[in-house]
């Protein structure tokens, strides 16, 4: 009751911001619906112009004081708009009032609007302002969407669960409400709300930016159509939304059944997954498992949430016709030595996250699903096993293609060479440097126009040495050869080799393989592994990069351990990691 008392506290103000928002709006709109019904009559200016408010920043408010006659008597006014107050939305209150000054120093006729009911009330301009109308807009949706969202929520939850009662000693992930069955949502509804609700708001913080831009553009200043591309993430956002709906719409709730149930760290992660979808035997499932920290990072109003992937795997579903249409089975290995999930999350805490992605025609699945995963060491027990050694059969042959496409293995009279080549990361490298360069560009824009030359410095620093780093994935290339003695490495940048490292076959200990980069967007993970020859010192000497997730990473290790005949003991000295096979 205290939680919910102090978060009625904290959402009420906001809830009174977007109330009166939006009565704002609303009566804004009622009053220029009924005025444009108005006659109209030639108002003769005492008095106009624009005053100018000072305070955090220059407001500006027109003003009018005016005579007119309707059915032979004479009435006075002051109105001049419908929304009334000093603002800088635009140059609207100074170019007003200025068309104002003017008549009134020519003794110039303006037409103002006459309610016929009550002659007394008029108005020189009857028009709605779209620009300020926007302005308000955000407030409406912004604050109001924050209070009366959070009252909602307040009230349809439901109590929490302490994750470190007695009661789930043996059965921690009973605390969550979503882990009570081996039945698991995907996130993708409350994903497609979430696009909906984020794409609204940004769309309604940025709508007046236009208007804004339109006055700034008339008065010479281009610079200012920069701002355009606020409303053009907003289409993108809209755009993702309703990918979103699609997706719902065509696949529904499609959960998971987990078998076993939570899933086992030590052990499997496995399960069935019914899609509405006619089943299709060409079709390819992919499902990455990826073991993620989330934390918080930063202090005070920087604070912000960020995800680290400790672990993960990739592999393709067993497809087969199911009751829905398609059944998809699947099971990973999970090795040891892995953090479980938290029931209760926190400002640090550790989740599964499973993906199921295809490319299909018309709308692609792409789902997410957080799973209970504890160190159990539970197998599955009900899943067919023949699906489960055809779809382990299939990602083997699908990792072995594409290791052997990334490794680029040829046969040469001297032996055998792989070469990773340059570009094999472009579309990567090719965002980092694209960012590095915006970071570089602000930093010159801030440092020669705006004389900010600290932060400009910052931000150009930080852009070269992004677009140096990427510039380098892009551009470096790897070439290991077989020598007569053991292995030759290579490394190039554009071309000009820049470190070669000889390495004698009774010199090297293990290979092994270890998680070097990983990359994010929105809520997927992608780990990268680098292959690694040990030397009996304990050295590392990188024999290939860019394998993604931890199966394609144990086929470079069993491919380059093979190609180069480097065998190496179960028990190996240097450590659990070996991973080399004959």
Do not use: C
Request: net charge negative; no cysteine; aromatic share 12%.
């Amino acid at each position: 009751m205290k939680g919910r008392i102090l978060l009625a506290l904290f959402a009420l103000p906001f809830a009174a911001v977007g109330a009166w928002m939006t009565w704002s709006v609303g009566t804004t709109l009622y009053d220029a619906w009924q005025m444009s019904e108005w006659p109209t009559t030639e108002a003769y200016l005492s008095n106009g112009g624009y005053e100018t408010h000072s305070g955090d920043s220059y407001t500006y408010e027109a003003y009018a004081e005016y005579t007119y006659t309707w059915n032979g008597r004479s009435f006075s006014g002051n109105r001049v708009g419908i929304s009334s107050g000093a603002d800088n939305i635009g140059d609207y209150q100074q170019d007003t009032g200025r068309e104002l000054q003017r008549a009134a120093n020519n003794n110039r006729p303006m037409t103002v609007h006459v309610n016929p009911d009550n002659p007394a009330e008029s108005i020189l301009d009857p028009n709605v302002r779209w620009g300020l109308l926007g302005f308000k807009m955000i407030f409406v949706v912004v604050f109001g969407g924050i209070g009366f969202g959070l009252l909602i929520a307040m009230f349809m939850a439901e109590p929490e669960k302490d994750d470190e009662d007695p009661a789930f000693a043996d059965k921690p992930w009973l605390a969550n409400d979503n882990w009570q069955t081996n039945e698991i949502k995907s996130g993708s509804k409350s994903t497609m709300w979430g696009a909906w609700v984020f794409a609204v708001l940004w769309n309604a913080i940025s709508s007046f930016i236009p208007f804004a831009i339109a006055g700034e553009v008339e008065d010479g200043n281009f610079i200012a159509l920069i701002g355009l591309l606020f409303p053009l993430v907003g289409i993108g956002l809209l755009a993702w939304a309703i990918k979103r709906t699609l997706e719902w719409r065509r696949f529904g709730p499609s959960p998971v059944l987990l078998d076993p149930f939570p899933g086992s760290i030590g052990g499997h992660v496995g399960g069935t997954i019914d899609l509405n979808l006619p089943f299709d035997p060409q079709a390819e499932f992919r499902l990455t498992l990826t073991n993620i920290h989330s934390y918080m990072s930063g202090s005070g109003d920087d604070r912000s949430r960020r995800e680290k992937a400790r672990w993960q795997d990739a592999i393709l579903a067993h497809a087969e016709r199911g009751s829905r249409g398609t059944r998809l089975i699947f099971r990973f290995d999970v090795p040891e030595d892995l953090r479980p999930s938290d029931a209760e999350p926190d400002d640090s805490y550790f989740l599964w996250r499973l993906n199921l992605a295809a490319d299909l025609p018309g709308t692609d699945l792409d789902r997410d699903y957080e799973l209970p995963v504890y160190a159990t060491a539970e197998e599955s027990r009900f899943l067919k096993g023949y699906a489960i050694e055809r779809a382990r059969a299939a990602q083997s042959t699908f990792d072995i293609q594409e290791v052997r496409e990334l490794i680029n293995l040829s046969h040469e009279a001297t032996g055998k060479r792989l070469l990773f080549p340059m570009g094999r990361s472009f579309a990567g490298a090719l965002g980092g440097i694209i960012v590095g360069a915006v970071f570089v560009g602000s930093g010159w824009f801030l440092f020669t126009h705006e004389e900010a030359r600290i932060f400009g410095s910052i931000f150009a620093v930080i852009g070269a040495l992004l677009t140096l780093g990427f510039a380098y994935m892009m551009f470096n290339s790897l070439e290991v050869r077989q020598t007569p003695s053991g292995l030759r490495t290579v490394r190039r940048l554009l071309g000009i080799p820049i470190r070669t490292t000889d390495l004698a076959r009774s010199n090297i200990a293990a290979l092994k393989k270890k998680s070097t980069m990983q990359s994010q967007s929105g809520s997927k993970h992608t780990v990268y592994y680098t292959i690694y020859a040990v030397d009996r010192s304990g050295k590392e000497h990188v024999l290939g990069d860019g394998f993604k997730g931890d199966s394609q990473a144990d086929a470079a290790l069993e491919l380059i351990g093979s190609e180069f005949a480097i065998q190496v003991e179960e028990e190996d000295p240097l450590g659990p990691e070996v991973a080399a096979r004959q």
